[in-house]
């Protein structure tokens, strides 16, 4: 059997590429060729060219044919059309600007994404809306329209954000390199409540090669993915800085002025939930995690620790968003107005409860005449 994985250097790459071949493939990766990862065995065929384009694709692709595809980079609506007549099975994965209320929340009332959020939801309807989520959403449905068209049977994937070793832009390294750097305090939008779905990278490569093992269930099917437990933004800071032997003092802030926290959401959003609802792939497929959520970003912060320079200041994609000068003036801020705000007068709630507690039987009353 012969599986092609269109991509194959991200953080699920080895996971997947590994997986397969465990299970008996015999495993080619396409990918641009610009970086190479030592996880990946030797015996597997490079294909170096762009999987953006029709043309790069069509000259990789020419004269070979595979029994499965896994595509998880580059214009994946592309590759879905390259490789019609190729292959009988595609896996692909995407992700979720899809979703209405996800980069944009007023666009849904109320603001934002449902909680949890399924595989239904509402989506982007067009570009004028929000053009990058349409490019997704057409993405996802040129995919299992492949599916009901009989080109192949398909399913798709919305990976969340994925963390773990090899990945290329680290939303976890801006935590610890604060941690480096001996910052104590920490500036969170409304006190790092919000949750954002996140996926280990091994695990998430486990739930697409689920859908590669049962292939009579997850053809057709869209599924979420993501670890079984989540985090809140302030617990994900806290168990950082604790697998590095730290802690913040948290402070928090408006989410529309917590300009230094804004790279720890994906694509500049907000501090609103994006939680996936992830029962179908475990009722489904029985999905369950492979790596617990601590252990997991223990595995994370280590691997970071070995392969990224302590103080470079260079954080890939991002220009020098740590910003602790504005943190520092926002801190102080908040500090005063905390201080402002305990010397406003208020009158405690009672906290007794609401029901009648007899202390005899008979009696038509309780002791407080309820």
């Not at 990918?31 to 190479?36: F, L």
Request: glycine share 8%.
């Amino acid at each position: 059997m012969k599986a092609l994985v269109v991509g194959g250097t991200g953080p699920t790459g080895p996971y997947l590429v590994n997986g397969l071949i465990e299970r008996g493939y015999e495993v080619s990766i396409l990918h641009r060729g610009s970086h190479e990862l030592d996880e990946i065995p030797e015996e597997v065929e490079h294909i170096h060219v762009d999987p953006h384009f029709r043309e790069t694709l069509d000259e990789g692709l020419k004269g070979r044919t595979f029994d499965l595809a896994v595509a998880t980079y580059g214009r994946i609506r592309i590759v879905a059309e390259a490789l019609i007549g190729k292959t009988p099975r595609l896996v692909a994965v995407g992700g979720t600007p899809s979703i209405r209320g996800m980069v944009v929340p007023g666009a849904n009332f109320p603001a934002g994404m449902p909680v949890p959020t399924s595989e239904n939801a509402q989506r982007i309807e067009s570009k004028a809306e929000l053009d990058f989520g349409y490019l997704i959403r057409h993405t996802e449905d040129v995919v299992l329209q492949g599916q009901t068209k009989g080109h192949y049977d398909a399913t798709m994937f919305r990976y969340p954000l994925v963390y773990g070793p090899n990945e290329i832009s680290s939303f976890e390294w801006l935590i610890m390199k604060r941690v480096q750097d001996r910052r104590r305090e920490i500036i969170l939008p409304d006190g790092g409540l919000s949750i954002l779905s996140r996926g280990y990278a091994e695990n998430m490569a486990h739930a697409v090669l689920l859908a590669v093992d049962q292939p009579e269930v997850a053809a057709g099917k869209l599924y979420h993915c993501a670890d079984e437990q989540q985090l809140s933004i302030a617990q994900w800071v806290q168990v950082i800085a604790g697998a590095m032997d730290w802690e913040f003092d948290i402070f928090s802030v408006p989410d529309e002025v917590a300009h230094t926290a804004r790279e720890y959401f994906p694509i500049g959003t907000s501090a609103n939930h994006q939680m996936m609802d992830t029962s179908l792939i475990k009722a489904e497929l029985g999905y369950r995690d492979v790596v617990p959520v601590a252990a997991a970003l223990e595995n994370t912060v280590n691997w970071l620790l070995k392969h990224k320079p302590d103080n470079d200041g260079i954080f890939n994609r991002r220009a020098d968003p740590l910003q602790y000068a504005t943190e520092d003036a926002l801190i102080a801020i908040q500090k005063e107005a905390v201080e402002r705000m305990r010397n406003v007068e208020y009158r405690k709630k009672s906290t007794r409860h609401t029901y009648a507690h007899p202390k005899e039987p008979g009696l038509g009353k309780d002791h407080r005449a309820r």
